[in-house]
Antibody, heavy 115, light 109 residues
């Protein structure tokens, strides 16, 4: 059974950093492109970052230079390092596997940026 | 990059059909056959309903169908059921990135 489990969210102050993790199981993790997608409270889905199977990455303009996506295929885990956090980064962050659309999603982890 | 344009809400009675449009540009919807649609119930993670414009994952009822013409993709729900009431998002590949629509709330009257 495919599972994606996010962790690392919580309350952080503006300007601080946090690293989110997404632990994958039930599939050949190293072969898949992975994404982070976020959803601010009461708002829509917004794409954040992707990492290809070969490790190449891309980020949305709104987070480029502050967020970094990475993967550890030995640990079947994808990460999102989030630096210089702002109030507008407050959201539930989902990781998702890219195959036949975003076919599997985690349950999400809430990041709240507030003083 | 701006979000794809979706109507904020659509509604229909049980058994009726509703169609949700998703308008982008030639750099996203019009440029690739990689449009997908997601259903999201309150407090839940999104679920893929359509991928690659017209393909339906195993387990998704055939009441859900997708299409595309030019820069506009569409999701049609035929034979609307109470459990179809949810938010729906389109999503397109945009050349090494994804772009989502703003979301459409489907209400079953």
């Amino acid at each position: 059974e495919v599972q994606l489990v996010e962790s690392g969210g919580g309350l952080v102050q503006p300007g601080e950093s946090v690293r989110l993790s997404c632990a994958a199981s039930g599939f050949a993790f190293s072969s898949y492109r992975m994404h982070w997608v976020r959803q601010a409270p009461g708002k829509g889905l917004v794409w954040v970052s992707l990492i290809h199977a070969d490790g190449s990455t891309n980020h949305a303009d709104s987070v480029r230079g502050r967020f970094t996506i990475s993967r550890d295929n030995a640990k079947n885990t994808v990460y999102l390092q989030m630096n210089s956090l702002r109030g507008e980064d407050t959201a539930v962050y989902y990781c998702a596997r890219d195959a036949y659309g975003l076919s599997y999603w985690g349950q999400g982890t809430l990041v709240t940026v507030s003083s | 990059q701006s979000a794809l344009t979706q109507p904020r809400s659509v509604s229909g009675s049980p058994g009726q059909s509703v169609t949700i449009s998703c308008t982008g540009t030639s750099s996203d919807v019009g440029g690739y056959n990689y449009v997908s649609w997601y259903q999201q119930h309150p407090g839940k993670a999104p679920k893929v309903m359509i991928y690659d414009v017209t393909e339906r994952p195993s387990g998704v009822p055939d009441r859900f169908s997708g299409s595309k013409s030019g820069n506009t993709a569409s999701l049609t729900i035929s034979g609307l059921q109470a459990e179809d009431e949810a938010d729906y998002y389109c999503c397109s590949w945009a050349g090494n990135s994804l772009i989502f629509g703003g979301g459409t709330k489907v209400t079953v009257l």
